[in-house]
């Protein structure tokens, strides 16, 4: 958990416990939350939005950049669309707020485990997205892509293997295979083939752009 | 039991984010000396659940919405003075912990402040001490010094009114016109009019809706047994 309020986070820690959770640790900062991160590779961040050094979002970003296995949701007392919008744009895996009565978050925070994308209910869910025009479709879900999964995705267009892609990004292939199995998920296509032309066709990445490393 | 029921220390908590107040509740009725008896959602449910369960100590965050922290501190202890008040805020906040302080507030922690924090904030509350945290000490000093050097400055003008002018000023304060004072005096409306304007210059007010607050603040109402 990320969140200066520490009589927030010292009230939520039984009730984690309570649904059968390990909490590895709490931080009042972005940069201790980072750091946090690093160290314990959680399944599963809850950030504040408002964070005394940094954006939540930020943190949020950074978090999913470098740690592909970890899923990160905001909890936070802010509620306008526009913060959700940004959460699910940086690759956040949910947004609750504290308004959240508390059998509601269990199962929310149920659901995220298991892989869902989790919104506050008076949001439209994102399934709704495949009802509006394609082009924005593809636009919202290209959306959720971190700048990391961008870099592999436009290695992907280029037809380069994980081996390869690992090499060029300096991380090791499971490393990879986790970013690719998130695309995939994301973009919501079966293969990386699939992926590849979701990319091309609605302009994700440019072709060639693949930045190799310095 | 009986020794448990003597000692326990009843309360009420007011927040606005279910999530929160649901936790907290929970963490608080874990503690064997407190008892959470009632929950409100916003700052006139707080007041009337107060008002209701007679809680020996209330919580009340400072952004209730429909009537804030501050002012459902105030209504609390004017309606069960013996209920002890805790204001706890998002943030350091000097104007906040003023108004608390004013309002009858007898803690003020920040959501910063630990769990234990609270938990030993409610039993030091309970038993009799104010609780400021140590590092706004001295900005509210400085605050309520200026306040009463303000006071004691509107005295003064206030000081300089005749005792006729003193008698106007009490009936403006309690909504007279011209007229209607005029009467209350058996004088005439110009001679009122003429008493008025001497009031404003000598407190140095622009209006005599100013007038009657300067009045009110001075407790000069009070103080004229109106």
Partial sequence: MVDDHALFTDAMLPVLRGMGMEVLGVARTGGEGLA???????????IDLGLPDMTGIALGRAILDELPGTDVLALTGRTDAQAVK???????????TKHTPLPKFADRIRAALRGEMVVPSRMPPPRVITRTPEEESATLLAGQLTPREREVLSLLVEGIDNTEIARRLAVSANTVRTHVQSILTKLGVRSRLQA???????QVVEVGSGRRPA | ?????????????????????????AALAAEPDLTVVAVARDGLEAVA?????????????????????VRAAHLIKQRIPRCKVVVVAAEEDHETLADAVHAGANGYLTKASTLTDLVEAIRAVHRGDTLIPAGMLGELLARLIKLRREQDEALRRVSRLTPREREVLVLLAQGGDNDSIAQSLVISPQTARTHIQNVLVKLGVHSRLEAAAVAMQNGLLKAAGA
């Avoid at chain 1, 590849?196 to 609605?202: D, G, L």
């Avoid at chain 2, 039991?1 to 509740?25: G, I, P, Y």
């Fill in chain 1, 36 to 46: 946090l991160a690093r160290r314990e590779q959680p399944d599963l961040v809850m």
């Fill in chain 2, 49 to 69: 659940e107060a008002a209701r369960y007679e809680p020996e100590v209330a919580l009340l965050d400072a952004d209730l919405p429909n009537c804030d922290g």
């Fill in chain 2, 1 to 25: 039991m009986l020794t448990d029921a003597q000692t326990q220390v009843r309360v009420l908590l007011a927040d606005a984010h279910s999530l929160f107040r649901e936790a907290l509740s």
């Fill in chain 1, 86 to 96: 940004e959460a699910m744009a940086a690759g956040f895996r949910g947004y609750l």
């Fill in chain 1, 196 to 202: 590849a032309a979701f990319a091309v066709r609605h």
